[in-house]
T-cell receptor, first 114, second 113 residues
Framework: NAGVTQTPKFQVLKTGQSMTLQCAQD?????MSWYRQDPGMGLRLIHY???????DQGEVPNGYNVSRSTTEDFPLRLLSAAPSQTSVYFC?????????????FGNGTRLTVT | AQSVTQLDSQVPVFEEAPVELRCNYS??????LFWYVQYPNQGLQLLLK??????LVKGINGFEAEFNKSQTSFHLRKPSVHISDTAEYFC???????????FGPGTRLSVLP
């Protein structure tokens, strides 16, 4: 019972490099989302998806792209990394009625951009 | 839009003492309320949630929270804490569509022996 799996756990990038943070869930959840966690700011929503083929922006979407080609996977792409994107990134999923179904979180990806 | 305030960034408390972590929210619409806990190097786990009904909700690990609509608060309490409760605690709200969770900045609870 894997739940939500994020890879990699750690990543160091140089300014301007690109990379994809992977997120997969095996609970057949329709709703998936990406958050970034910064000290003193809690979790801020980057992008979310309510099903395959449907994505929408959250509070802090700039600099990030997402796609949802399958129910299981929701990758987050950084096209040109910037030091301001240094953060811990969490992927989360829930069933369609998410108010009654809690968010299930992955263990996070710690990204450092130099 | 919703917002969440957690006034205490850090709360140190001795083992077996009671604790209250404060959460206040702001919203122009009805909301659902949640408390999540984050242990070191892990993702967040749901502690408890308020959807409707009784304003006192009980969660896992002996935690409970009380919803106060007039004060727009959802404070978390535990009558006797353990060392293992040391973690960061996040209050969160979502609108009734449940698709846009807004989290507070977190309160770091440190339980001292």
């Amino acid at each position: 019972n894997a739940g939500v799996t994020q890879t990699p756990k750690f990543q160091v990038l140089k300014t301007g490099q690109s990379m994809t943070l992977q997120c997969a869930q095996d609970m057949n959840h329709e709703y998936m989302s990406w958050y970034r966690q910064d000290p003193g700011m809690g979790l801020r929503l980057i992008h979310y998806s309510v099903g395959a083929g449907i994505t929408d922006q959250g509070e802090v979407p700039n600099g990030y792209n997402v796609s949802r080609s399958t129910t299981e996977d929701f990758p987050l792409r950084l096209l040109s990394a910037a030091p301001s994107q240094t953060s811990v990134y969490f992927c989360a999923s829930s069933a369609a009625d998410s108010y009654n179904s809690p968010l299930h979180f992955g263990n996070g990806t710690r990204l450092t951009v130099t | 839009a919703q917002s969440v305030t957690q006034l205490d960034s850090q709360v140190p408390v001795f083992e077996e003492a009671p604790v209250e972590l404060r959460c206040n929210y702001s919203s122009s619409v009805s909301v659902y309320l949640f408390w999540y806990v984050q242990y070191p190097n892990q993702g967040l786990q749901l502690l408890l949630k308020y959807l409707s009904g009784s304003t006192l909700v009980k969660g896992i690990n002996g935690f409970e929270a009380e919803f106060n609509k007039s004060q727009t608060s959802f404070h978390l309490r535990k009558p006797s804490v353990h060392i293992s409760d040391t973690a960061e605690y996040f209050c969160a709200v979502t609108d009734l569509y449940g698709q846009n969770f807004v989290f507070g900045p977190g309160t770091r609870l440190s339980v001292l022996p």
